[in-house]
């Protein structure tokens, strides 16, 4: 079980701070505590802050339609055997270069490729973008990870 901000530790907390109560199933609680323990969390504050994050990420990603300037990774696992799909995944990266940023290439075995690439551009490019990379056939794994500029997230 968490206190409310660990014993001992420095107390950093911001000029003014904003306090709220929340009700929930005590199990949903339990279980969010065990997670957050689990993460190393000094207090339930810390990871709920952590967690409201995450929600505002992922929520400006959709806002106005995806209009918000974004910036994400998108990881593929690929077989780089299938020439058509190395071919195609470098066509769609240099018709779109103004949202690639940088890609990270690992040769994972004699037939596998890692890519990260990290993309910057409206939620709505953003998304278009990865979706045509990784319904290629060929890409085993993709996921687009959405991050944040940092702008406006205290
Ligand atoms: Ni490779």
Known sequence: MFAERCVGAPLLMPDS??????SLAPELL???DEVCAGKGYASRSEAIRDAIRDYLVAHRWDADGGGEEVVGTITLVYDHESRRTSDELLDIQHA????????????????????VTVVRGTGAEVTALADGLISLRG?????????????GLA
Do not use: P, Q, W, Y
Request: with cysteine; charged share 15%; aromatic share 8%.
């Open 96 to 115: 779109d270069h103004t949202h690639v940023l940088s890609t990270m290439h690992i040769h994972l075995d004699a037939r596998n490729c890692l890519e």
């Open 30 to 32: 339990a279980s969010f």
């Open 139 to 151: 890409v085993k794994f993709g996921r687009l990870v959405s991050a944040t500029t940092g702008s």
């Open 17 to 22: 701070v904003a306090r709220f109560t929340v």
